[in-house]
């Protein structure tokens, strides 16, 4: 039935944490309102950067704004890095491929990030498409990341043959705004309630469960 796979990146085919919370972490810092507890700083991982940076700290879109060039000065150099692939993951895209399914990845982080970070981890070949956010802040929402990634693949006229795989219910809800179901990993940086809120097509645990999933 599907033909193509989205994957979300942080949460999904990353454990990118230590590098968002930490940059995070800086900005806040800069701006006068430090924070000590890294986990609570998670919930950046995954939405548009500007967005969180203003619920979170109820900041104005300007102040926002610097948080996000703040963010940037530490996670462009050092926080990139402080990142792995999930074990499993690179077997499951060869998989995936070997069995025939297009894979993409359509993530809220800026584009030029995501390749940079998929070109180090040697996993850029599996990829027919790689889509994200422009740095400018446009194209953050997942929604709207999903529809550049169907215009790229010329899938816009066969959602039905198009599945999101993600960690957040951000995923779940652009996927679902842009006519695409869901599957939706528990081992990412979703918690179990708002998951299971978002009602995915499927919630599995781990990489393998998303093999076995497709095949």
Do not use: W
């Not at 948080?67 to 000065?73: D, K, L, M, P, Q």
């Not at 981890?121 to 529809?147: C, D, H, N, Q, W």
């Not at 081992?187 to 708002?194: D, K, L, N, P």
Request: include cysteine; aromatic fraction near 10%.
């Amino acid at each position: 039935m599907y033909k193509v796979i989205l994957f979300d990146l942080d949460g999904t085919l990353t454990e990118s944490g230590e590098g968002i919370t930490k940059s995070v972490q800086y900005a806040l810092e800069k701006l006068g309102k430090p924070e000590d507890d890294l986990k609570k700083l998670e919930v950046f991982v995954g939405p548009p950067l500007l967005q969180q940076f203003m619920e979170y700290a109820g900041l104005d879109e300007k102040t926002g704004i610097k948080a996000v060039e703040y963010y940037r000065e530490r996670y462009a150099t050092v926080g990139i890095f402080e990142n792995q692939p999930y074990p499993g993951v690179e077997e499951m895209l060869d998989t995936l491929c070997q069995k025939g399914y297009t894979l993409a990845v359509a993530s809220s982080k800026p584009e030029y990030f995501v390749k940079k970070i998929l070109d180090h981890f040697g996993l850029t070949r599996y990829f027919s498409e790689i889509v994200g956010s422009e740095m400018s802040g446009k194209r953050t929402g997942k929604a709207e990341v999903i529809e550049e990634v169907l215009n790229r693949l010329n899938m816009q006229e066969h959602r039905d043959e198009v599945i999101m795989v993600g960690d957040k219910e951000h995923d779940v809800l652009g996927a679902r705004k842009a006519g695409l179901e869901c599957v939706a990993v528990a081992y990412g940086y979703g918690t179990e309630q708002e998951l299971k809120q978002a009602q995915p097509l499927k919630i599995v645990d781990s990489v393998q469960g998303i093999v076995d999933f497709f095949c």
